[in-house]
């Protein structure tokens, strides 16, 4: 398939390109920017006026609900969900039922994902086996079936030897380890940030302590392990701090926050919003605020959807026995756009933190537009208006903090590998 | 239409309770023109039995349809009810929906040996089989007139006829 | 949303005290003094929620609050339904919803709700029918509006006025809902000085933004105090991270008769019982001249009958 797409503004974060031109997609591959490749034939023309053609995005944290979990979700209604987001890689945590502990649910994953022929589809790895915090699995032969990285998704590993050890171990192939920061002592109970508005509403806190405490000791063992460490979803003000530090300590960290956390705070939760049951918690304003600036000098790296499907069910309980959560696959760019229009961020630095910096976390050859490069893109209106409801989300997963709001930012159309995999019905 | 003078009113009434009044009958009136009325004419016979006070918003028979009364005032019934000769007093004698109340509340109290009922006003329009034993005046109002007691700031009682709601 | 305020600003249901105004606290107060005459009576009950179906739903076990609203219900000639509906019943996958909705086919026309989880009771009034209203009794540690309005019934009965008042609220405030819901009525009614006082392990984080200075050290805390409301120290807090030991936590934070002494010479004491005497209260205290632990019981009943008629008629 041959595809010419005609009149679109075409933004690479990678190559810091910003200017309205044509793309030509052949075999696959971005085969040529600007004009035509000698003797191209489009078999197919795409009109991108008065859109944005950019890289497919990369989102660092999706669960796709398989294996275990397939009366929330399906992998075929969440690959929708991705490339109606214009997702086309991620990477979905361990913590499935059972969780991706053995060469063979991962390659069944992959497998799995590979028939569908939508998004690219990334594990990663359980870093102790059943993410019991005991053993570690087969790293190496797990990153042989498909594991990316290792992590242990939101189960506690709170012993400090068998985290020193499953980062030599890691570092001894160099395979990278996700880690989320949270102390599973000072957590257990919580279900909502130790401040303000927990203690209005009585609900039991996590202190920030919890995740400055967790970060701290990561921090120093990944110091002492050489191990390459990539911190999920941090939280906190004094968190991205940590970080900011030991980046500037030439620490080989990376970081990336969720879409959700830098729009909401603790005041979210209102009068109990299940929606707003999340992990890590919704933090203070002040918090929120450190995060946007975090992402905006690049402390932290990348914004991922941290996409979580639950099902109503689960959601109609209180607080604190609802499932923590939000479907976030078709919400990733509008929230990454509001971000960037509030924080007065420029369109092509804005989405290098959910194409270019991620795909550089993941370590896969995407998120670029560069002639040569997979032709897996991203077209989409900055200024069309939405409204998240359940009926417009292809999610199996309905519920997110941001139900009934509008949107600006919709995607049109995302190709993977240079085939049109997602087109909007027309409006 | 001209209403008489309410002091003359007054007067009529308590001349008529006087001639049939018990020696231990106890005045209750029906908040809150009834429980003036009460201790207008508690005052007037120059009693010494207690006065009582009842505040019907807990019997009223339109709870269903308008809730409760934005301001309950607390009953006082400060005496025995069992065997009591109660005179209850109330301003003005309508549906007799009113009336009903008070007596269902009365007897929450005890059990009276009788109760009589005394109006400033019979404006006739019952709903209910019930009659005063003593009335002031007589009137024929029509349905859309609204007729109610008033209190001024010296302490005199005043009847004021305007249109209904 | 809050949703306890309909759109004719009436109570709908009573979730929790944050947000009533003053005027509306006074209404439900000034209405449970003329429940507090029928409570005297002969015949202790008026016949205002007549035919009216009021459903005690209780999963969480409370005999003592469960009564008092029994009694509050049938005084105002309702029709009560117990319902203990135990952990067990709730995990063979009915849900706290499915619950709901079975009881309102049944034509309920309130529920009384106590739960574990903090904001069980706006749940369940955020999705029942319309016509249906909920009192929260009780949810976690976050309100229970009731226990507040019976407790502020009692201060103003003795002492008249809000708004020259200091009052000290003792004892475990992080798990409390009664403490929560207390310092939202008192803030609420202008009670210039509010002060909790408790060892920092059992007072919530930011508690000073709820408008309260906090104390650790009860002879500085009582200092001067009109009104002391003191909170139960639930078992299992007694022992372990929270408290070493009952016999410490007396020692310095029981109320003693000396403690006591440190407060006004009128001051009234309260709690909303059940007690743990010689824990959190002396017997010397509980039962002395300054207690008003009896009538609070008395008033508790006339201020739920004043909250259920008062949302049945709205």
Partial sequence: MKIHIKNGRLIDPKTHLDRKADIFVAAGKVAAIGAPPQNFTASHEIDASGLIVCPGLVDLSARLREPGYEYRATLESEMEAAIAGGITSLACPPDTDPPLDEPGLVEMLKYRAMNLNQAHVFPVGALTQGLLGENLTEMAELSDAGCVAFSHAEKPLDNALVMMRAMQYAATFNLPVWLRAQDASLSRIGVAHEGEVATRLGLPGIPTCAETIALSKILRLAEETGARVHICRISSAEGVEMIRQAKKQGLPVTCDVSANHIHLSEIDIGFFDSNCHLIPPLRSIRDRDALKRGLKDGTIDAVCSDHTPVDDDAKLLPFAEAEAGATGLELLLPLVLKWAEESKVPLVD??????????????????????????????????????????????????????????????KCTLVGGRIVYKANPS | MELPQTRDVLEKLAKDIRIDLSADAVLVGIHTGGAWLAEELHRMLGLSTPLGMLDISFYRDDFERIGLHPEVKPSDIPFDVDGADILLVDDVLYTGRTVRAAINEIFDYGRPARIRLAVLVDRGGRELPIEARFTGIRLDLDENRMIDLLRTDAGGLELRLRPGN | MQGQINKNGELQHLLTIEGLSAAMLHHILDTAESFVSVTEREVKKVPLLRGKAIFNLFFEPSTRTRTTFEIAAKRLSADVINLNISASSQSKGETLLDTVNNLSAMHADMFIVRHAQSGAAHLIANHVAPEIHVINAGDGRHAHPTQALLDMYTIRHFKRDFHELRVAIIGDIMHSRVARSQIHALTTLGVPEVRVIAPKTLLPKGVEHLGVHSYHDMSKGLKDVDVLLMLRLQNERMQGALLPSAQEYFKYYGLTPEKLAL??????????????????????????????????????????MAVMSILAGS
């Fill in chain 1, 350 to 411: 804005a989405l290098s933190r959910i194409t270019s910096r991620p795909a550089e976390v993941l370590g896969i050859e995407s998120g670029a537009l560069s002639p040569g490069a997979a032709a897996d893109l991203c077209i989409f209106a900055a200024d069309a208006y939405w409204k998240i409801e359940p009926r417009s989300l292809k999610s199996q997963g309905k519920n997110t903090p941001f139900l009934g709001l509008e949107m600006k930012g919709r995607v």
């Fill in chain 3, 263 to 304: 407060a006004k010479p009128d001051a009234i004491v309260m709690h909303p019982g059940p007690m743990n005497r010689g824990i959190e209260i002396d017997s010397a205290v509980a039962d002395g001249p300054q207690s008003v632990i009896l009538p609070q019981v008395t008033f508790g009943i006339a201020v739920r």
